[in-house]
């Protein structure tokens, strides 16, 4: 309950925050071959993987309205929530190009299994895990700023939902795994280039600490996929790939504005969530991502989740240089989704989603849900403030920590000072030197901050309210903060580098880069070589990424 007292009592248990009866006991209850579901939920071209030890369930089947269409063929879907869907299997050979261990252990499986052929083709879409039934889910969107209609799952196959050990529910979804009735005029397909980008995205920002889905696995294939990166009319010749994904949900706002465009309010009726809930993680998530220097680029109501967490990793961007008006995506011509604006699309994705609301509500919870908006800029502000003031290691809450926040700020966009570093190496230098002005060239983002005229007079004001918690050392402001400003963060031209040699079957900065991102905030001997703590090289530059992947 919200403090106004208010909820939407609906069901979904895709999005209900609750506990699920463990999976397990469904394997001991009825087999796990032999489950009741109807013919056409086995498909003859796609296998179903038994020889992995991960068994699936859809609970999602009894919960909510399954198109009665057959068939992947594109259309105009109504009155359901799922479309079932075959995959499309990659054209072999597959080649298994990264895994998190991590999300390997999330799944209860071990290591070995990625040896397993089988194990290959279930995470590309060439088999099904047992109690798998694909699906493909129908939701609409808000595309900047106007109603895009229809869209869905175009390229994205839901397989299914596992509760692990510890009682967690995760759906798995693969990418890039063929077409689906809402693919639209695409092929239902991913490349290597965002392939890769999504894979070592999601896994960085979760050990940044930022609410994310995760990914389990990148498989790629020698199978051509055309593509126009910049929608310029150079089509070229690139290679299909699929991640496996995990989240909790993949709901999104535009997973209920589909069903009130279409006034399929019967089917509205079975969503469940905490809208108050979702407001204040919303505020918190955005937040986050501006303490990270993260820039989503594609803030659509479809790619928002319900649950507030960051996915659909497309045209992303970690901000390099300080600037509030940071577009990642060339597709985004107005910039509208730039960094400094994230957070008023937040509140205009969260109207949009009170709108879809709107019908099922009483006078009374329209005006109470009305307030928890009008709520949204303090809490994010509020958030805002908390991990900027722990950036740099105050301790403790003044008046002018506002100032001193939004001083620095401003000195850093008018010096163009790199966002992760200048945070990183104020970690790093003890307050003695930075006082005197004595930066080692090392620290070549604090060189950069220090050239501003009204440098030093931030350092005094650091200075003085820093001094003024008596307990507190320099030593432990250093350690203090070097906790929570990463020294390394998934960069455009990190990224591009390791995809250019994974184009050429070269997986190794892939690897490199994935274990390097999952200890961010450790300073780690590899990565120093390979200079991904060091001023961007001069050809990161002209680098751009658009909507096409």
């Not at 299994?113 to 808000?142: D, M, T, W």
């Not at 490349?191 to 979760?206: D, T």
């Not at 008023?344 to 109470?368: C, I, M, R, W």
């Not at 961010?520 to 909507?547: I, T």
Request: charged fraction near 25%; glycine fraction near 6%; proline fraction near 4%.
């Amino acid at each position: 309950m919200t403090k106004h007292g208010f909820t939407l009592f609906l069901f979904l248990s895709a999005v209900a925050i609750a506990t699920f009866r463990d999976e397990q006991e469904f394997c001991e209850n009825e087999s796990c071959n032999e489950r009741e579901f109807d013919k056409r939920h086995f498909y003859s071209n796609v296998k179903h993987c038994g020889e992995t030890p991960l068994v699936l369930s859809h609970k999602l089947l009894d919960a909510l309205p399954l198109d009665e269409v057959d068939g992947n063929f594109i259309r105009t879907v109504n009155r359901c929530v799922f479309s079932e869907s075959q995959p499309s299997p990659l054209k072999e050979p597959l080649t298994l190009a990264a895994v998190a261990q991590d999300v390997l252990y999330i799944l209860d499986l071990n290591e070995s299994v990625i040896q397993n052929e089988e194990f290959v083709r279930c995470v590309s879409g060439g088999k099904l895990f047992p109690g798998s039934v694909p699906l493909a889910h129908r939701y609409g969107g808000h595309q900047f700023g106007y109603w895009a209609g229809q869209l869905g799952d175009g390229r994205a196959h839901l397989l299914g939902e596992y509760t692990n050990r510890k009682g967690e529910r995760w759906e798995l979804q693969l990418k890039g795994s063929g077409k689906t009735p809402y693919s639209r005029s695409g092929d239902g397909r991913a490349v290597i280039r965002s392939s890769v980008r999504e894979f070592l995205c999601s896994e960085a920002m979760y050990f940044l600490g930022v609410p994310t889905s995760r990914a389990l696995s990148l498989v790629v294939s020698e199978e051509p996929v055309w593509r126009d990166p910049f929608y310029n009319g150079s089509v070229i010749k690139e290679r299909g790939a699929v991640v496996l994904r995990l989240a909790k949900s993949w709901f999104r706002i535009g997973s209920l504005e589909i069903l009130t465009r279409t006034g399929e309010l019967d089917v509205l009726r079975y969503i469940n969530f905490n809208l108050g809930g979702v407001v204040n993680e919303t505020a918190h998530l955005i937040a986050h991502w501006m303490s990270v220097g993260f820039a989503h680029g594609v803030c659509n109501t479809d790619n928002f989740s319900l649950l507030s967490i960051t996915f659909d990793y497309g045209p992303f961007g970690f901000m390099e240089s300080y600037d509030p008006n940071f577009v990642p995506n060339t597709s985004d011509d107005e910039g509208r989704y730039s960094i400094g604006a994230q957070a008023n699309v937040g509140l205009f994705n969260l109207k949009k989603l009170l709108e879809a609301l709107k019908p099922l509500l009483t006078s009374d919870q329209l005006s109470q849900s009305q307030q928890i908006l009008r709520e949204y800029p303090q809490i994010y502000h509020q958030r805002f403030h908390e991990l900027f003031k722990a950036k740099l290691g105050f301790l403790g809450n003044e008046e002018k920590d506002s100032y001193v926040i939004a001083f620095l700020l401003k000195i850093m966009e008018d010096t163009g000072a790199d966002f992760t570093m200048t945070f990183r190496q104020l970690s790093e230098v003890t307050l003695s030197r930075l006082q005197k002005g004595s930066i080692a060239p090392s620290l070549w983002a604090l060189s950069d901050l220090s050239s501003h005229k009204h440098f030093r007079d931030w350092v005094q004001l650091y200075s003085q309210r820093l001094s003024r918690v008596i307990s507190d050392s320099d030593a432990a402001r250093r350690h203090r903060m070097q906790g929570v400003n990463p020294r390394y963060v998934l960069r455009n031209w990190m990224a591009e580098s390791a995809i250019r040699k994974a184009e050429k079957n070269d997986f190794s900065e892939v690897a490199l880069l994935q274990k390097t991102l999952m200890e961010p905030f450790m300073e780690q001997e590899e990565a120093e070589r390979a200079g991904y703590a060091s001023k961007p090289p001069s050809w990161a530059q002209q680098l751009r990424v658009s909507c096409s992947s």
